[in-house]
């Protein structure tokens, strides 16, 4: 069965898609945070993408692996994450599905029903 | 290691306390601590430590304040019956931290059902935390609440019952709400939930959007 994604999943999973940003050489956990932040454009708890992150990792979706610490970190390790090719399946399914949505409809919308 | 780091190690797995400290002490060092005030860097950090609260914790910690409440009031006043309008305030309050517990869950995950399931475990949670202080307190405060007017009803089904101890038979009858109460837990931090759902839902459709950026952040 494909996996359903939520917006916040979908969202962690195009950060760690873009290669041309920071995070395509550095994908850890503060970098996707300010990411994803960025995208939607709204002020997002850590909590909630290390939840997220934490859930895909559970669901096969991505993938991690520890990477050395830095003196500004206090010399704490950064864990690396990296989309696995489930993910790359999910996400293309997601935009499938939204584009069989939106099929037919010309945008952007105008006017009330 | 200050207060938050303590926290925030007893809310991760063992696993990640190194990783998300670090990327949180990051954050706090080069973006937040030159930007903000003392104070206002302060409240960033035990922010982010909060997020990282589960509803099952939160629904606990309010189980706890609202069973320890509950005890302080029996201990001032054992015979103080529960006014209508005491009870009211207290579930009116229970419902409002609910929806908000549920609020911020929903929020974090952008998925209704996130909202919903949140309430319903907050709520089971919570009922289930002041489960256990209602049986302290009857054990605790038998010989005094047992003349209160709200405990004629039991005390009557007490001396019908067969039990020879009313300690005992309390337990029993306590015990036996158990299943009702969880259940009522669920379903009213259910509809906490369903309310905190639609309000995120309200609030993501009114919320003003710009265009989807295509530069990189900073």
């Known amino acids: ?12 999973l195009l950060a760690l898609v873009r290669q041309r940003t920071e995070l395509g050489k550095e994908a850890y956990g503060r970098a996707i945070l ?17 939840a997220t992150l934490d859930r895909l990792e559970g669901k096969g979706l991505v993938s991690s692996r520890l990477g050395p610490g830095t003196a500004v970190r206090g010399g704490r390790p950064k864990r690396h994450y990296a989309i696995t090719s489930d993910g790359i399946e999910a996400l293309n399914n997601a935009k499938a599905a939204i584009d069989r949505l939106w099929a037919g409809l010309r945008t952007p919308l105008k006017g009330t029903l | 290691m200050n207060w938050g780091d303590v926290a925030l190690r007893l809310l991760v797995r ?23 005030s003392p104070m206002a860097a302060r409240l960033w950090y035990a922010r982010q430590v909060v997020s990282f609260v589960s509803p099952l914790a939160w629904g606990v910690a309010i189980g ?8 302080l009031e029996t201990a001032i006043e054992p015979l103080a019956d529960d006014s209508a309008g005491g009870m009211m305030a207290i579930v009116g309050s229970l419902m409002l931290l609910w929806t908000l517990t549920s609020v911020a869950a929903g929020r974090r ?9 949140s309430g319903c475990l907050v709520g089971i949670a919570t009922m289930a935390v002041i489960y ?10 038998l010989d005094q609440i047992r003349y209160r007017g709200d405990w004629v009803n039991l005390v009557s ?28 837990g669920a379903v009213a931090g259910g509809c906490c939930g369903t309310v905190a759902g639609t309000i995120n839902g309200r609030v993501r459709k009114g919320a003003p959007r710009t265009a989807t950026p295509d530069s990189p952040p900073r």
């Open chain 2, 109 to 117: 995950t952008d998925r209704f059902r996130a909202a919903v399931v």
């Open chain 1, 34 to 50: 300010k990411e994803v932040a960025h995208r939607l454009d709204r002020e997002l708890a850590a909590g909630a993408v290390y």
């Open chain 2, 132 to 141: 256990v202080s209602s049986i302290v307190r009857v054990n605790v405060f």
């Open chain 2, 64 to 71: 706890v304040a609202a069973g320890a409440l509950q005890l």
């Open chain 1, 1 to 12: 069965m494909a996996e359903h994604l939520g917006a916040l999943e979908q969202a962690v």
């Open chain 2, 14 to 36: 063992a696993r990640d306390r190194e990783t998300i400290s670090g990327d949180l002490l990051e954050e706090y060092r080069e973006e937040v601590q030159p930007k903000r």
């Open chain 2, 157 to 184: 089904r007490f001396h019908a019952s067969g039990f020879h101890s009313l300690r005992a038979y309390a337990n029993y009858e306590y015990f036996r709400q158990l299943p009702i109460l969880l259940t009522l």
